[in-house]
């Protein structure tokens, strides 16, 4: 696609129950990061991918939160034992260089994953 | 304290007006600074990137400003539609050659009235 797709839209999960945030990047962008957005405030870091390498984690809130990119593409977020703190908004992020490349290269963002845990 | 503070909050004005939006940073050293625009429900869309060594960069009737030596930017809008209205968000991607430490503000909700 011509963008970066994340699936699903919109989620609803139940206290206690496992769920997995999908994103596609954009074909051939080098990097992948993962952020979290709760309402009216601005994303925060949840963890950054060069290629298929998990380079920093720093910022998944628990252990309760795993990503992953094995093949250097397509990337899932998953978060075990949801708990109602949980509910925001995932957002997906892909570019083609890494972001602290002097050129300034353009990061785009996904949809973002809307989930819910009631 | 967040790295990256935006001033105002929010802001209304009129279809046809222009605006001026703040960024302030205390990220140091950084490479580049970045300004989205995030419709309510839309992921961000990127406005303008600037690197440390630009003072202004324009798209559009968006043109941003950057200051390095007192850490400021400023993202002027002008002949503003409705259409503008959204979140305009500053980011700030530091120097760490390789790594990942965007910090983001949290942004200035701007609406667009008639």
């Known amino acids: 696609g011509a963008g970066v797709s994340q699936s699903p839209r919109y989620k609803v999960a139940k206290r206690g129950q496992d769920v997995a945030l999908r994103c596609d990047p954009i074909?051939?962008?080098?990097?992948l990061f993962w952020y979290q957005q709760a309402l009216g405030q601005g994303p925060e870091f949840l963890t950054y991918?060069?290629?298929?390498?998990?380079?920093?984690k720093s910022g998944l809130p628990s252990d309760r939160f795993f990503a992953e990119r094995p093949e250097g593409s397509v990337s899932t977020l998953k978060i075990q034992r949801t708990q109602q703190e949980d509910s925001a908004v995932y957002l997906c992020a892909s570019s083609l260089s890494f972001p602290g490349d002097s050129s300034g290269n353009t990061i785009y963002f996904g949809e973002g994953s809307w989930l819910t845990v009631v | 304290k967040n790295q990256v503070e935006q001033s105002p909050q929010s802001l209304i004005i009129l279809e046809g007006k222009n605006c001026t939006l703040q960024c302030n940073y205390t990220v140091s050293p950084f490479s580049n600074l970045r300004w989205y625009k995030q419709d309510t429900g839309r992921g961000p869309v990127s406005l303008t990137i600037m690197t440390f060594s630009e003072n202004t960069k324009s798209n559009g009737r968006y043109t941003a400003t950057l200051d390095a030596d007192t850490k400021q930017s400023s993202l002027h809008i002008t002949a503003s539609q409705l259409s503008d209205s959204a979140s305009y968000i500053c980011v700030v991607s530091p120097f760490t050659g390789g790594g990942n430490k965007l910090t983001f503000g949290t942004g200035t909700q701007l609406k667009v009235e008639l």
């Open positions: 074909s051939g962008h080098v990097s």
């Open positions: 991918f060069q290629n298929e390498a998990q380079l920093d």
